[in-house]
């Protein structure tokens, strides 16, 4: 098996919705941060792609047909030479919307009170399992908001900056004919004609919003798909 479709865009700009069309339209599981949530004892495979530009492909994408999100979109560019013929979708969102999503989801995930701190300490002590996720979450916030963000998320016009580079160098970067700038409001039709493959008769989804976000991390920290 091989990685058809390599997801170029930032989290929060509808990749979760991307992820399951891309499953409703026929291909064979999309890997996305929830993958890596429910299955932490794998983040050992992308820690070495952060660490060398290379990993054992073959045992981190067996049975996946395609990648969106966190963590594969940081690497594009090593997807793109491990699968020279998948085809890149570079989802997109009004800056504003992106900004306030991701300060009011991924950027306080983890416990914000003294609370829920307190909380979170009774389980990562009795659990190895708590405990892989929060790897997984520090990995995240080390590489998108440490790293790509230069630890500056909160100054908006610093992280606007770093959005629009994104967006420039993957257009830049991936080739015309391999590439689908897109927008999940936008429906089927782009997608679908992207891809060569018939509009489904059901609406496109669009999930994981941003006021659903809070129920879903638990689930995922207990190892269920959300």
Same mark, same amino acid.
């Given at each position: 098996?091989?990685i058809k ?8 700009t509808?990749?979760?919705t991307?992820?399951?069309s891309l499953?409703?339209?026929g291909f064979?599981?999309v890997?996305?941060m929830k993958?890596?949530l429910?299955n932490p004892h794998n983040l050992?495979y992308?820690?070495t792609l952060s ?6 492909w073959d045992?981190l994408?067996?049975g996946?047909d395609a990648?969106?999100?966190f963590?594969?979109?940081?690497w594009?560019k ?5 699968y020279?013929?998948?085809k890149v979708?570079?989802?997109v969102r009004?800056?504003?919307?992106w900004?306030k999503?991701v300060d009011?989801t991924v950027?306080r995930? *983890?416990?914000?009170? %003294?609370? +829920?701190? #307190?909380?979170?300490m009774? $389980? ?8 892989n996720?929060?790897?997984c979450?520090k ?5 998108f908001f440490?790293g ?6 909160e100054d ?9 580079n994104h ?9 015309k ?6 927008d999940?409001?936008?429906g089927?039709?782009?997608l679908?004609k992207f891809l *060569?493959?018939?509009? %489904?008769? +059901?609406? #496109?989804p669009?999930l994981n $919003?941003?006021?659903?976000?809070k129920q879903?991390?638990p ?8």
């Amino acid at each position: 098996m091989s990685i058809k479709i390599i997801g170029a865009g930032f989290p929060r700009t509808g990749t979760t919705t991307l992820k399951q069309s891309l499953e409703m339209l026929g291909f064979n599981h999309v890997y996305h941060m929830k993958e890596l949530l429910v299955n932490p004892h794998n983040l050992h495979y992308w820690k070495t792609l952060s660490e060398t530009g290379d990993t054992d492909w073959d045992g981190l994408y067996k049975g996946y047909d395609a990648t969106v999100d966190f963590p594969g979109y940081p690497w594009y560019k090593e997807h793109m030479k491990r699968y020279p013929d998948a085809k890149v979708i570079l989802t997109v969102r009004d800056f504003e919307a992106w900004y306030k999503s991701v300060d009011s989801t991924v950027f306080r995930a *983890g416990p914000q009170t %003294p609370g +829920e701190k #307190l909380k979170m300490m009774g $389980k990562l002590l009795f659990s190895s399992r708590a405990r892989n996720v929060v790897k997984c979450i520090k990995f995240f916030k080390k590489t998108f908001f440490a790293g790509e963000m230069s630890g500056q998320f909160e100054d908006k016009a610093h992280a606007k900056k770093v959005w629009e580079n994104h967006l420039a160098e993957v257009k830049n970067y991936v080739p015309k004919e391999k590439l689908l700038v897109y927008d999940v409001r936008d429906g089927w039709a782009p997608l679908c004609k992207f891809l *060569g493959v018939d509009e %489904p008769s +059901e609406e #496109l989804p669009h999930l994981n $919003k941003k006021e659903n976000f809070k129920q879903m991390l638990p689930k995922l920290m207990k190892g269920e798909m959300a």
